[in-house]
Structure formats: C-alpha cells, structure tokens
C-alpha cells in the first residue's frame, strides 16, 4: 500500500507554492527551490501545533496516526511547527503545557521571506547559525551548492538528526555542533550569514566573518512586543549598517536567553518615538542615531 503522505505530499507542496507566490517576489531560483526540496522529509513524526487547542495545550500532530492532518500543517504556509520544548525536557509525547519552544521548522512564508532578503548569488558562501531540521539549510544547498554552505546547530541531538535528514537527500554541507554565538572562523570569510535564532545583540563576530561588502539576516529583539527580521550590509571598517524589515518570531539563541536592558542594547526610550498628525495621516518615527 502507498504511503498517504508520499502520495499527497507533492500536492500540497505545489498548493502551498501557489499560496506563497507574492512571496517569490519573482525570485525564480526560491520558488524553484521550494517546490524541489520535500519540506515533510525534514519535520519529525510528531511535533506540536504552535496555537494553544480548547484545553489549553498545545496539540501534537502525529505522522503516524493522522498522516493527512500532519501533512497538511506541514504544507501551511504561516504555521511554525515546535519540533523542541524546554530543550528537550518535553518529549513529543502529548499535548504540551509549556510555551517554552526551543527549536521549531519555522512556517514556509518566513523561510522564503528570509532567503529573497538574503539574497545568495550563485559563486557565493553563507554561514548560517540555527540548523533545525536542516530544512533551510537544504534550500541553501540547492541555489549554492553544498561545498559553499557552512550551518551551526547548538543542539547535539538535534544538529544529528539535520545531518541524517541532510544525507537521506544526498546533500552533504558542511555541519558544525557548537555555539554559533562566535560563527565558524575555519571557513571564514562568508559572503553572506543568516541566523535563524533570535538576537537582542548583533555578536561582533559575525561582522569580523563576513567579507566587506556582505550581508547578515538575523531576526532581533525589539521592545515593542515582536521580534523584527534586520538586514545589515557590512562596511571596510569592521561595522555594519541596516535597518528593520518586517515583524517576525523566533526563538532566542541559546547564549542570549537572558534578557538585557533595551538601553543598553541601543534601543531609543518609547519617549524618543515621535508622533505627529496632520491632514496627510499619522506619522511615526524615531531621529536616526
Ligand atoms: C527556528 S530554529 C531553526 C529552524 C531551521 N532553520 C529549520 O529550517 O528547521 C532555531 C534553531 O537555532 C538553534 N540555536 C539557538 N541558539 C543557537 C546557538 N547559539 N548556536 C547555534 N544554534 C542555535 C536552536 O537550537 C534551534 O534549533
């Protein structure tokens, strides 16, 4: 008997393409990429739904009792799906209490959002920190290559099932365990870095990885109660400019888990907000610093 979620998979995968198309921003390469790498191969058997259910838990989708089901929130395309919780505490067992998620397949329109604002070109190299399920790190693979992908996971346990999900598709990037808090020097200097856990503060270190011009993608804390997806340009002079480019949700990465001051971090007080309403409409905006 054919696997139902083989057989259906294709399906949805080209149905959530569709949906995600004003997100391709033209992008052929992305879409092309999207519809070749097989996003269920990468999201373990079970893993929890990111909204609360009627009881107050978090639900858990099983490929093995509800094929269909978990298929289908494989192929939503705004649904994240929590592959850990309190690193590893919660085993993927039940419904879960605890919103604590430490890993997670981010949902596929940020995925595809993150990878047209980084923007790889074919000949370059890409750092990213935050392998997951290796899925993104797949994507990656396919526009460049995979000698020119380089991927860091702090989790063991999950950095081995990435590579095991990474093989079983013939991809071989390169797959560092560590903190990527301090990137990898061994295979600097990158074109381009992403990470795909959430910083209050830019590490130094991934501005001394890049090659002048580069770019770095990161999503970062913000005091105004999301994180934001920022894209930085790195200079000659061992700094960086950007800005902010949407609103998005991660994870914290595992080294800055303790929140710090927003002034310390460089954020303006809300009182350096400046509001001002006119026959035009609301405008809202901070002095550059
Ligand atoms: C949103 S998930 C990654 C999603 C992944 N790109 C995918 O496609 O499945 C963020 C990951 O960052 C990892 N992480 C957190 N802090 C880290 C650190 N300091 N170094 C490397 N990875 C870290 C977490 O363990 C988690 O697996």
């Known amino acids: 008997m054919t696997d139902p979620v083989t057989s259906l998979a294709e ?7 569709s949906e995600l198309d004003p997100h ?60 850990q919780i309190e690193d590893g505490a919660v085993l993927p067992e039940a419904p879960a209490g605890s919103d604590a998620f430490t890993s997670s397949i981010s949902c596929a329109r940020v995925v595809v959002t993150m990878l047209r604002h980084l923007g790889p070109q074919p000949g370059e190299t890409v750092l990213e920190i935050g392998t997951g399920t290796g899925y993104s790190t797949a994507l990656l693979c396919h526009r460049l290559g995979d000698e020119a992908v380089t991927s860091i996971e702090v989790d063991a346990g999950l950095a081995a099932t990435a590579a095991h999900n990474l093989k079983g598709l013939g991809l071989s990037p390169r797959l560092v365990t560590g903190d990527g808090t301090y990137g990898y020097a061994a295979r600097a200097p990158y074109d381009r870095h ?24 990161t999503p970062l804390t913000t005091p105004l109660g999301t994180d934001a997806l ?13 800005q902010l480019l949407t609103a998005v949700n991660f994870m914290l990465l595992r080294s800055q888990r303790r929140r710090q001051p927003w002034k310390e971090l460089g954020w303006p007080r809300l009182a350096d907000f400046h509001v001002r309403i006119d026959h035009d409409g609301q405008h809202i905006g901070v002095p550059p610093p």
């Open 11 to 17: 399906h949805y995968r080209r149905q959530c393409g």
């Open 230 to 242: 920022l894209t930085l340009t790195t200079d000659n002079a061992g700094g960086a400019t950007g």
């Open 194 to 217: 992403i990470s795909t856990a959430c910083v209050q503060r830019v590490p130094t270190t991934w501005l001394q990885q890049i090659r002048a011009v580069g770019r770095i993608l």
């Open 24 to 83: 391709f921003h033209g992008e052929a390469w992305l879409r092309e990429a999207f519809l070749a790498v097989p996003r269920e191969h990468f999201v373990p058997d079970r893993v929890w739904w990111p909204q609360r259910g009627a009881d107050g838990q978090y639900p858990l989708m099983d490929r093995t009792r509800r094929p269909r089901q978990w298929l289908k929130a494989v192929y939503r395309p705004g649904a994240p799906l929590i592959t």
